[in-house]
Structures are given as C-alpha cells and as structure tokens.
C-alpha cells in the first residue's frame, strides 16, 4: 500500500492550495478516504472524509465551507481543495484509509503553511 501526498506549500492568507493524494497497492473505488492534519504541539485531527462512492463527506467544523474533499476512482486519488486558508490551517497534511481488518494506512504528509 503507498499513499503519497503533494500539493502542499507556503500560500499567503486567504490563499488557496489544492491537495492530491496517490494511492496503490489496494482497491482504491471501496474504501472511504480521509484527510488528517497535525499542527506543531497539537494531536492529529480529523479534516475531511469521503465515502468510497464520493457520495457522501464530512467536515470538521472549522474547515467547513472552505475545504472540499473529492475523489477520482478512476486515477486512484483523493483530493483536498483547501480555500479561504488561515494561519491557524498550517499543519502537516496526511491522506489516509482503514482497511477491513481494521488496520491504517497513512502516507507521509505534505506541508501546508499560511502566512504572510
């Protein structure tokens, strides 16, 4: 299994980054995908999932409205269109998925950072 992040840099506030993450080594078109970040001195937080049909998604509280998860079955990826971004968005990006077993998959993130 590979998960592979990219898509993230430095963008001023108010900015707009679109994250892309790769997937292999699994069928990608059954399995929900998701979106954590990390923050300096903060734990993993759940940004952004997706239903393995892309049907249906969830938010957390504080990206909604500007963030938007989707994904393309077709070229195995998942994306993260991140608008409106704030200084307090900076964080490392992680795509991630559980298989059946109840086992993680985690790729090695991608940097965001907004600030002027």
């Known amino acids: 299994v590979q998960l592979v992040e990219s898509g993230g840099g430095l963008v001023q506030p108010g900015g707009s980054l679109k994250l892309s993450c790769a997937a292999s080594?699994?069928?990608?078109?059954?399995?929900?995908m998701s979106w954590y970040r990390q923050a300096p001195g903060k734990e993993r937080e759940l940004v952004a999932r997706?239903?393995?049909?892309?049907?249906?998604?969830n938010y957390a509280d504080s990206v909604k409205g500007r963030f938007t998860i989707s994904r393309d079955n077709a070229k195995n990826t998942v994306y993260l269109q991140m608008n409106s971004l704030k200084p307090e968005d900076t964080a490392v990006y992680y795509c991630?998925?559980?298989?059946?077993?109840?086992?993680?998959?985690w790729g090695q993130g991608t940097q965001v950072t907004v600030s002027s």
């Open positions: 991630t998925y559980t298989n059946y077993y109840g086992h993680s998959y």
């Open positions: 080594g699994f069928t990608f078109s059954r399995y929900a």
């Open positions: 997706i239903h393995s049909t892309g049907g249906s998604t």
